[in-house]
């Protein structure tokens, strides 16, 4: 008789919950509508109704949320713009003083599985 032994589980490389909190995970201080229309349309090709900033967040932010995006699921592409930060001489504080291109990369719930589940 065969016994399925599974595989042990591999050694985490870095600590479980990144410095992210949930909650920052789940805040946005920028909110796009043709982002959000890119991802309902996302979700609905899916068969889901996952929600633009609900239910949609990069790798790291679902790490901090304690889900995994589970093996072989592909990112959605979402082009954007980050705010660029400078020193202020004069004050100290940091302040914007321009923008430049990003990507970010996101996944929706239905990609995710919860870190306790094999
Ligand atoms: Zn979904």
Redesign the pocket.
Known sequence: MTTLTPSPPPKPSRPKHPPMTADEAQAFDRFSVHNAAVLVEA?AT?G???QPYV?WFTYDRWHALGRQVRRGEKSTRLPGFVPVRQKDEATGEDRIVGKRPWVSFVF????TKDEQDE
């Open positions: 979700a899916r889901c109704r996952c239910d929706y719930r239905c990609q």
